[in-house]
């Protein structure tokens, strides 16, 4: 093809730690509500870490039924929810779907631990030698790709059915793979984004080990994801599932549908450094960016917004600091950046999907939603957080950027979808 086909997004779906649907997770993000708090699911007295960014008041009832519930990973119920809701906004109803067209949608999500809470059940339960109680689906349903399948099964998308699994940047990722399957003509439609629930005991004891949860506000738990701050000291995990409907412009044209943005810029690079740590320098999260940037046929001047990936970690923070400063030169300095997961915790593979979904609010809406928690500032992350309160501001390019376990870097360019139509 001579010419790259246009992408853009027609539908979204949320169900997040501080809202459950777009008008929900809009109005808490941009009024600074935190969704963090004591996890409630299992009691965590006997763990130093005890807070948590969970889904609350989620009807898994609706989305599985009683007698599946067992067989199926907490991220399910999440993901259809999420996922029903963007096809709804696109005006898409699968059920009555032509074939034609269901052969030309795919599913492309990205989850960094899929149904991981699932796995570790049917381990309790094996070395517990309650055998009966286990699930006849303990092996597919543990496996990654199935999460993508059931979704497909659910509406009946015969397109190609994929999970990307690149830890935190997964879900970004998957926005690119799919960007890639629409432009080069495979693709009409794709149901893409992200989904983890990662919150279980043996889960958070893992983090734990690797003592990058934060252990110091459990008596204060909406303070405890502290992003950019001097004194933060690990991130707090969360779960949700935030997902999108792309599909190819001229489709999404002809048929009246709503553009809430065009996905213009996708970069990835690896720093081949380390399975945890980041290297200093960040050259490489730079050249994601970079090449998002110039994909979208933009430049640093154009670029009006940054969601930072903004974990509350010593290291990713202030090495994300140093990577925009590479990536944008003295532009960095005067455009506005957020971080979701001061409000919502880190939601692993799915955070990329979040950001991306903070970022549509703020075009649709014209206000940058806050960073929480930024009490006090660090000399090494001196860039504009948009700290304690949310901003007016115009934007018609936003970079989205994600920052992951295994030297991976992934970045998007949005535009605004008042500009791309």
Known sequence: MTQKR????????????NGIGNHAFAENILAGRSGVGRVA????????VQIAGEVRDFDESAWVEKRDRKHVSRVLPLALAAASEALSEAGFNPASMPMAEKRRFGVILGSGGGSQEFTEEQYRLFFRQQYKQMSLFCVPTGVMGTLSSELSVRFGLRGPSHVITTGCTSSTDAFGYSMRQIQSGRLDMVLSGGADAPIALGIIKGFILMRILT?????APQRGSRPFSADRDGFVLAEGAWMFVLEEFEHAKARGAPILAEICGYGS????????????????????????????????????????????????????????????????????????KSQIGHPQGACGAAGVAATIVAMRRGQIAPTLNLD?????????YVPDAGRKHRIEHAVC??????????ALVLRNGAAAA
């Open 6 to 17: 246009r992408v853009v997004v027609t539908g979204m779906g949320v169900v997040s730690p």
């Open 41 to 48: 699911r299992f009691d965590p007295a006997e763990i130093p």
């Open 215 to 219: 252990e110091s506000w459990n008596e």
């Open 269 to 340: 690079t690896c720093e081949a450094f380390h399975r945890v740590r980041l290297q200093e320098c960040g050259e490489e999260p730079a050249r994601a960016i970079g090449l998002a940037i110039r994909e979208a046929g933009v430049s640093a001047e154009n670029i009006d917004y940054v969601n930072l990936h903004g974990t509350s970690t010593q290291l990713n923070d202030r090495i994300e600091t140093r990577a925009l400063k590479l990536a944008l030169g003295e532009r960095a300095r005067q455009i506005p950046m957020s971080a979701l």
């Open 376 to 384: 006090t500032p660090d000399p090494d992350c001196d860039l504009d």
């Open 401 to 410: 950027n994600c920052i992951a376990f295994g030297s991976k870097n992934s």
